[in-house]
């Protein structure tokens, strides 16, 4: 018995090593199932003590979100990753399941790991999900992706409740961005991964890289990653053969006058992660490429992040935290980024001439890439962004009691919150909403609120007992401030969890207003002046008399203060 034990024991490494990955045993044209998966994830945690996976919160699916942990020191506690100065790069996979090249790069990175073909650093730990979107992984078809080459079958786009993930990191509308911010909190990676594929123009290279718009990390951190860090992991890609270039929006791009880095807002993966001083990534495949290539360049890219990230980790972890520390400190907040068109770099770009046939489909001309017309051309890269809409911290923030589901959220985030212990009067920095626009249609479950405009007044406010206060002597200071400021690209008001205060719920039947308007307009002089000088600009507002009446009541007290006036309110000292 003991001989067969030793026998077994011999050959168990020539058996792991044989087990294969669904990519392997089809010579790269098929992507796992999601149980597939998981077993698999699960047979790697039983037959090595460097790898883990943890159960960590619920999907809307109703399966749990699973992280996957590698470290070498066999510890899985990231409080002591971070006291022992390991650089902690996650790796989210399957945001969009029909993009899984992502999913099965870390399937064979993890394996390699296990199997000692590549050497883990000991200063770094992965940290993978290795599907995101499960309700979009079980979802599989082989028909929704139309313009991508490969695998063979694959998962769709939209989660359980068909909302897109990677538009939900900030308003949370899905119990998988609610896990993730969990997962994230928990972890506080230095560096995040999100693995995607890419549709539009048709070019010559296999994989494209977002990075986190520099400006947003703070001037030192931001220029070490535009200046060194960056330029390394172009570097790395290289040395293996493939021609990484920036993502850009090909299709509406110009060439001739160079084109733009993506602007990333925090509803995106990477634009939330930056909030929180995170130096964030998207890898971006082509998805004409055939599919075996597009895994191998995200398992080689993910493996240059591990080197690069190894051997840049003493600077990488000194910035990063130069970066959380200067969020402490910071009075001024941009909600917004433009291009700075004085500053810019270069990349080179191998694409395909545009060109004319005739189309078999409508018989008309149709546009198409000439593969037989290669070139090469040097790009104008504007890669500097510069800040706009500035607003200042204050001392704290109120949100009253009923806007729970806003606090709910900040709390997700790790936001300190606490209770008014008794009713108070403040005096407050407020906003008026003078105006607004909303989308037509609906995006991913809302109506999304731009070119919002606010005025700003200073009140004395009675607060009551339970109504949450918030200081600004946070980490998470930067996300604060984004998510409560009304004008913020993706704050919580752009995305609807305000729009209450924007219906007028008391008014006025005309004939009985009329009189009691009368009667106000005799003891306030100043306003009936108001309203014959209006009438005296405007001839439509004089023939119109629901107009004139409105316009008295909107400056009497009968008018409810709370209409369109934005329930945060902010202490100033």
């Not at 796992?32 to 159960?55: N, R, V, W």
């Not at 993890?110 to 200063?123: A, E, H, S």
């Not at 890419?198 to 703070?218: C, N, P």
């Not at 920095?429 to 200073?458: C, F, G, M, Q, W």
Request: proline share 5%.
């Amino acid at each position: 018995m003991k001989k067969i034990i030793i026998i077994l024991l011999l050959l168990l490494p020539f058996y792991i090593r044989a087990q294969q990955t669904n990519f392997e045993k089809t010579n790269g044209l098929e992507t796992p199932t999601y149980f597939d998966i998981i077993k698999f994830y699960k047979d790697l945690d039983k037959a090595s003590d460097i790898i883990s996976m943890k159960e960590m919160g619920q999907t809307d699916a109703g399966y749990p979100l699973h992280i996957v942990l590698i470290n070498n020191d066999k510890t899985f506690d990231p409080k002591l990753w971070h006291a022992k100065n390991k650089v902690v790069i996650m790796v989210n996979n399957g945001i969009h399941p029909g993009e899984p090249d992502g999913i099965d790069a870390s399937l064979l990175l993890v394996t390699d790991i296990k199997n000692r073909k590549i050497i883990l650093p000991d200063n770094i730990v992965l940290a993978i999900i290795p599907v995101y979107n499960i309700g979009g992984c079980l979802n599989r078809n082989a028909v929704s992706r139309v313009n991508q080459n490969g695998p063979i079958e694959y998962g769709f786009r939209g989660n359980s409740q068909n909302l897109d993930l990677n538009r939900d990191f900030t308003k949370n509308d899905s119990r998988e961005s609610k896990s993730f911010a969990q997962i994230f909190h928990w972890l506080t990676p230095d560096i995040l991964i999100d693995n995607h594929v890419s549709d539009g123009a048709d070019f010559a290279h296999t994989i494209t890289l977002i990075t986190t718009q520099y400006d947003k990390l703070g001037a030192i951190a931001g220029a070490w990653l535009r200046d060194n860090f960056e330029p390394q992991i172009y570097t790395g890609m290289k040395e293996k053969k493939w021609d990484l270039i920036p993502y850009v929006e090909f299709e509406i791009a110009n060439f001739n006058k160079g084109v733009d880095m993506f602007y990333e807002t925090p509803r995106y993966s990477s634009g939330y992660a930056a909030l929180f001083g995170t130096f964030s990534f998207i890898p971006e495949t082509h998805m004409l490429k055939p599919y075996k290539e597009r895994v191998q360049s995200t398992y080689d890219l993910m493996n240059v992040f591990i080197r690069k990230a190894s051997l840049n980790a003493v600077e990488l972890l000194a910035k990063r935290k130069i970066a959380l520390m200067a969020i402490d400190k910071q009075q001024n907040f941009p909600l917004k980024w433009v291009i700075d068109k004085t500053q810019h770099s270069k990349f080179i770009f191998n694409g395909y001439e545009n060109d004319t046939t005739r189309s078999e489909t409508t018989g008309l001309p149709k546009m198409f890439f000439n593969h037989a017309k290669p070139y090469t051309k040097e790009i104008t890269f504007y890669n500097y962004y510069k800040p706009e809409n500035i607003v200042t911290k204050p001392y704290a923030y109120i949100i009253p009691v009923g806007w729970y589901d806003v606090v709910d959220r900040l709390k997700l985030n790790g936001v300190v919150v606490k209770k008014l212990q008794k009713d108070t009067t403040i005096l407050v920095s407020l906003y008026k909403i003078v105006d607004y626009k909303s989308r037509a249609t609906p995006y991913e479950k809302h109506h999304v609120n731009y070119a919002v405009k606010v005025e700003e007044k200073i009140d004395s406010i009675r607060f009551l007992k339970g109504d949450n206060i918030v200081f600004m002597n946070q980490v998470k200071n930067r996300y604060i401030i984004e998510m409560l400021e009304p004008t913020g690209d993706d704050s919580f008001f752009t995305w609807n969890f305000f729009d209450a205060i924007l219906q007028q719920k008391e008014g006025y039947s005309d004939y009985r207003w009329e009189d009691v308007a009368a009667a106000f307009l005799k003891n306030k002089p100043a306003i009936k002046n108001e309203l014959q000088q209006q009438k005296d600009s405007d001839t439509i507002f004089a023939k119109n008399a629901s107009a004139q009446l409105d316009f008295i009541y909107k400056r009497s007290p009968y008018y409810e203060p709370v209409h369109r006036r934005y329930p945060v309110f902010k202490i100033v000292r």
